[in-house]
C-alpha cells in the first residue's frame, strides 16, 4: 500500500510538474534570444511533448533554456527531472546554481546543501557548490559585504596630461609648447567596498553604502599624482512592486574628497537617484541623476583651480541586453552640465558609451572575462578663455577606448590586463592630448 502510494504521489507531482512546465515554455517564448535559439527551444519542446518522460531531452531542453537566460523554464524541467532521479547531486547542484541567478538564495542554499551532502560529488564541484552555498548566506544575512582590492602598475604614454601640439596659443598668440607628454610608471591602488543591510522586511527594501579609494603615484612625473575617496549612500526599494515587479529606485547623497599633487584638489558633495527597470529576463534599463557641487582649491601645479569651483548636474540612460548568461552588452546615453565660477570653464557635455563583456574559457576551471568599450564625449565651452584666446570658445570631441582581461588565478584573486586610450581634438590646440595606458594588477575580491 505505501508503495502504490508513493507511486500515485510521484504520479501527481510530474503531472503537476509537467503542467509547470508547459506554463513555463509558452512564457519563456516571448524572451528567448535570437530567433536561431528560439527554434532549438521549439524544436526540443516538441520532441518533450511526445516523450514526456525522456531525462535526456528534459535535461537538454533546461540547458537550451538556460542559454536562452529563462531561469524560470529550465528550474521547471530540472526540477521534474529531479522527481525522476531523485540522486542526482549534478541535478541539484544545477538548480541550486539557477535558483541563485534568480535571487532565491534560500531556495539555493537548500539544493546547493543537498548537493554538498552526496559523497560522490568530486572535488573541483564540490568546491564550485560550497562557493555558491556561502555568497547565498551571505546574501541572506542582514548584513552583506562585497568589495574588492586591485593593486598593479600602470604605463602611460602622456603621464603629464601635456597638450599634443608642438605649438598652442597664449592670448590668441601662437607660442611654441612649453610641455611635452611625457611616458611614466605609476603604482594604482583601487579599493572599493559595498555594504547592504536588509532591511527584511519582505519587499526587497535595502540600505546600499557604496565606498571607492582610488590612488596613484608616478616614478617621475608627481603633478598627475591622484588620491580619491568617494562614498554614496542611501535606500534602495521597490517603486512598482505589481505594476513592475523587479524596478528598484535608489535615493542617495554622495561626497568626495580629491587630492592632487599631494594637496587637497577639491571636495564634492551632492545626491541622485537610480532607477533600475527590468525587462523579461535579459533586458534592463536603468537612469541616473546626480547633482554635484564641488568646491576646488588652488595647488601648486593648479595655480587658478578654484576658478572651477561651482556645481554639476548629471544624466545617464543605460539599456542592458544579455546575449548569453556570460555575455552582455551595455549602451548607455549620457549628459553633464558643469556651472563654473569662470564661464570659460562652464560647459555642456553629451556622450555615448558602448560595451560588450563576456565569460569565455580557456584553460583551468573558471571562466575568464574579457570587457571591451567605446566611449563618444562632445563638450561646448560657454565663453573664450582670454588667457588661451579671447575671441575663440574652447569646443572639444574626445573617444575613450578600452579593453580589459581579467583571469582567475585562485579563489577569489584575479589577474588583471587593461589596455585604455585617450584621444581628445579640440579647435585649440591647447588641449588636444593623446594617452595610451596598458596596466597590470592583481585583484583580490570578498
Known amino acids: 500500500m505505501h508503495s502504490r502510494t508513493r507511486r500515485r504521489a510521484v504520479r501527481r507531482a510530474l503531472a503537476v510538474g509537467w503542467v509547470a512546465l508547459v506554463a513555463t515554455h509558452t512564457q519563456a517564448l516571448a524572451q528567448s534570444g535570437s530567433p536561431e535559439l528560439q527554434s532549438e527551444v521549439r524544436s526540443a519542446f ?4 511526445l516523450d514526456p518522460g ?21 528550474v521547471a524541467a530540472l526540477e521534474r527531472l529531479l522527481l525522476l532521479n531523485p540522486n542526482q547531486p549534478r541535478l541539484k547542484y544545477e538548480l541550486g546554481v539557477l535558483y541563485f541567478r534568480m535571487g532565491s538564495y534560500q531556495m539555493a542554499r537548500v539544493y546547493l546543501m543537498q548537493a554538498d551532502a552526496d559523497p560522490n560529488v568530486p572535488p573541483e564541484v564540490r568546491e564550485r557548490i560550497r562557493s555558491f552555498m556561502a555568497e547565498a548566506e551571505r546574501r541572506t544575512s542582514r548584513h552583506q ?18 597638450a599634443n601640439a608642438r605649438q598652442i596659443q597664449a592670448s590668441g598668440v601662437t607660442i611654441n609648447s612649453p610641455n611635452r607628454p611625457r ?17 527584511q522586511t519582505n519587499d526587497g527594501t535595502t540600505w546600499v553604502t557604496n565606498a571607492l579609494f582610488y590612488g596613484t603615484r608616478h616614478v617621475n612625473v608627481s ?14 526599494f521597490n517603486v512598482f512592486p505589481n505594476l513592475r515587479p523587479g524596478a528598484t529606485l535608489r535615493p542617495y547623497f554622495i561626497t568626495n574628497i580629491v587630492g592632487l599633487d599631494d594637496s ?28 554635484r557641487t564641488i568646491d576646488y582649491r588652488n595647488t601648486s601645479s593648479q595655480p587658478t583651480a578654484s576658478l572651477l569651483t561651482g556645481h554639476e548636474n548629471i544624466v545617464r540612460g543605460r539599456l542592458v541586453y544579455q546575449v548569453t548568461p556570460g555575455s552582455a ?9 558643469a556651472t563654473a565660477q569662470a564661464s570659460q ?29 567605446v566611449g563618444y564625449f562632445h563638450r561646448n565651452y560657454d565663453a573664450p578663455d582670454p588667457v588661451v584666446n579671447p575671441t575663440v570658445t574652447r569646443r572639444e570631441n574626445e573617444w575613450r577606448l578600452g579593453v580589459a582581461n581579467v583571469i582567475p588565478v585562485a579563489e577569489n584573486w584575479f589577474l588583471v590586463q587593461q589596455f585604455d586610450a585617450l584621444l581628445i581634438g579640440s579647435n585649440l590646440p591647447n588641449y588636444e592630448r593623446r594617452d595610451y595606458a596598458g596596466t597590470l594588477a592583481v585583484r583580490w575580491r570578498f
Request: glycine residues 14%.
Open 46 to 49: 516538441q520532441q518533450l511533448f
Open 54 to 74: 525522456n531525462p535526456e531531452l528534459t535535461y537538454g531542453y533546461g540547458q537550451l533554456q538556460v542559454r536562452a537566460g529563462n531561469y524560470e523554464a529550465a
Open 145 to 162: 559585504f562585497v568589495g574588492s582590492i586591485t593593486l598593479g602598475m600602470r604605463g602611460q604614454s602622456n603621464a603629464n596630461l601635456a
Open 183 to 199: 611616458s611614466d610608471f605609476s603604482g594604482i591602488l583601487i579599493g572599493r567596498v559595498t555594504h547592504i543591510y536588509d532591511f
Open 223 to 236: 603633478s598627475t599624482n591622484v588620491v580619491l575617496g568617494e562614498l554614496y549612500s542611501g535606500p534602495r
Open 264 to 291: 587637497r584638489y577639491s571636495h564634492t558633495f551632492g545626491g541622485g537617484a537610480d532607477l533600475s527597470i527590468p525587462f523579461g529576463s535579459r533586458w534592463a534599463m536603468e537612469t541616473t541623476y546626480q547633482h
Open 329 to 337: 552588452i551595455l549602451g548607455e546615453l549620457s549628459g553633464r552640465f
Open 345 to 373: 570653464f562652464s560647459f555642456d557635455e553629451v556622450g555615448a558609451t558602448l560595451t560588450y563583456t563576456m565569460d569565455y574559457n580557456a584553460w583551468g576551471a573558471r571562466p575568464w572575462n574579457v570587457t571591451g568599450s
